[in-house]
């Protein structure tokens, strides 16, 4: 399986937490913690310190390896936030953060290189780039510099247009290329630790993302990590006709499909079904 082994934030960057690690030699799983009012699930229920910290805390007791922080929405249709405005929502919660909870492993869902270099220095230790650097041409160097692990995602478009009419030939084989490309680029920069996320719901339609799930598998020719983010998204909710706050079921069915398929890291909004998911599909997996 794909992994990294017992990975430390780098001596590169101020993290304040040089003990902590996290490891894909296991599927993990990323818990999302949303700042930002615009977010397509769970906006504006995450805007002061108790309700982040409560937040925080539940879904590390609950077993996540990695929290996700966003300040900005990249659901369908969303407007761009500024670097500016991002930092002032993101720095006070890594620093709030870090103090509480001991060895804890933050990663930073942006697209900005000034986001990224500002928030690793203030003890960030992955960032998770929705646009593999295409949206900002120095997020690359940034990583570069920085050495964190850093998520590249696949995304035809932006998210304020990405749905308005995405096409593929063949969407598995097309984003495979993608990943080949960006990979090589990275590792030229001398960026060695990196894990992709095929993008479910960004700039694919229904077909195209179950078209993804179901040949996940080839993803793992690449040897790193995969993420897979499906939590209560139109993929899900759409097929059953429901709504985002009902779709808790798909998602554990579709991340239990994403990891008989190679899914490493899960990026979830409940951390424990997924863990549930992790645990009976590793069971199957080692005594059948």
Same mark, same amino acid.
């Given at each position: 399986m794909p992994k990294y082994t017992s990975f430390k934030p780098s001596e590169a960057h101020n993290s304040k937490s040089k003990s902590a690690y996290f490891s894909t030699e296991n599927a993990i799983v990323m818990g999302i913690l949303n700042i930002?009012?615009?977010?397509?699930?769970?906006?504006?229920?995450?805007?002061?310190?108790?309700?982040?910290?409560?937040?925080?805390?539940?879904?590390?007791?609950?077993?996540?390896?990695?929290?996700?922080? /966003?300040?900005?929405?990249?659901?369908?249709?969303a407007q761009v936030v500024s670097a500016e405005l991002e930092l002032r929502k993101l720095l006070p919660v890594i620093k709030l953060l870090k103090s509480r909870f001991s060895n804890l492993i933050l990663s930073i869902d942006t697209y900005w290189a000034k986001v990224a270099e500002e928030c690793v220095k203030a003890g960030a230790d992955i960032i998770n780039d929705i646009s593999a650097g295409e949206l900002d041409g120095k997020m690359v160097d940034a990583i570069a510099e920085l050495q964190v692990p850093y998520i590249i995602m696949h995304m035809q478009g932006n998210p304020s247009n990405?749905?308005?009419?995405?096409?593929?030939?063949?969407?598995?084989?097309?984003?495979?290329?993608?990943?080949?490309?960006?990979?090589?680029?990275?590792?030229?920069?001398?960026?060695?630790?990196?894990?992709?996320?095929?993008?479910? /719901?960004?700039?694919?339609t229904l077909a195209h993302n179950y078209q993804l799930l179901n040949e996940?598998?080839?993803?793992?020719?690449?040897?790193?990590?995969?993420?897979? /983010?499906?939590?209560?998204?139109?993929?899900?909710?759409?097929?059953?006709?429901?709504?985002?706050?009902?779709?808790?079921?798909?998602?554990?069915?579709?991340?239990?499909?994403?990891?008989?398929?190679g899914a490493t890291i899960l990026r979830v909004h409940d951390v424990k079904e997924a863990l549930e998911c992790i645990k009976i599909t590793t069971f199957a997996k080692n005594n059948c």
């Open positions: 930002t009012e615009d977010s397509f699930f769970d906006g504006g229920k995450y805007t002061n310190e108790e309700e982040i910290i409560n937040r925080c805390h539940k879904m590390l007791e609950e077993g996540a390896a990695i929290i996700d922080i /966003g300040a900005q929405s990249s659901r369908p249709g990405m749905q308005e009419n995405p096409t593929y030939k063949n969407v598995t084989t097309e984003i495979i290329s993608y990943f080949q490309k960006k990979i090589k680029k990275l590792h030229i920069k001398g960026i060695k630790d990196i894990i992709i996320d095929p993008g479910f /719901g960004f700039g694919k996940l598998g080839e993803f793992k020719q690449f040897g790193i990590p995969i993420l897979v /983010g499906t939590s209560q998204k139109s993929m899900i909710y759409k097929l059953l006709d429901n709504s985002p706050e009902q779709a808790l079921n798909g998602t554990s069915i579709t991340n239990t499909i994403a990891l008989q398929k």
